[in-house]
Nanobody, 126 residues
């Protein structure tokens, strides 16, 4: 049973940085895709960044492109999301997600992921 645990959230001022971590009990072997999603107050859940864990192919949602970087440390079985130049609109609960089975995947479609972390709060003030 794979488990995902996020950490690294917090409160920062606009322009600041945070680094989120997602540690998995299994990584690369069975988790073909991993992603970061976020849900802001009053909004639906949206994909932020995703990665094919084997080929390390990244995808980013347009609002965060150039500011956020997704990466992994296979030895530590950890997925990261480096968030720079944070903006108030980045405020949300960020969740780590993974997919452990095959099939067609849309990396920013939440229903395509079957394993989720508990989420970590990111708050950015003006």
């Amino acid at each position: 049973q794979v488990q995902l645990v996020e950490s690294g959230g917090g409160s920062v001022q606009a322009g600041g940085s945070l680094r989120l971590s997602c540690t998995a009990s299994e990584y690369t072997r069975t988790l073909y895709y991993m992603a970061w999603f976020r849900q802001a107050p009053g909004k639906g859940r949206e994909g932020v960044a995703a990665m094919a864990t084997v080929g390390e192919v990244p995808w980013y949602d347009e609002p965060v492109k150039g500011r956020f970087t997704i990466s992994q440390d296979k030895a530590k079985k950890t997925l990261y999301l480096q968030m720079n130049n944070l903006k108030p609109e980045d405020t949300a609960i960020y969740s780590c997600a993974a997919r452990d089975h095959g099939g067609s995947v849309m990396v920013f479609r939440a229903d395509d992921y079957n394993i989720w972390g508990q989420g970590t709060q990111v708050s950015v003030s003006s």
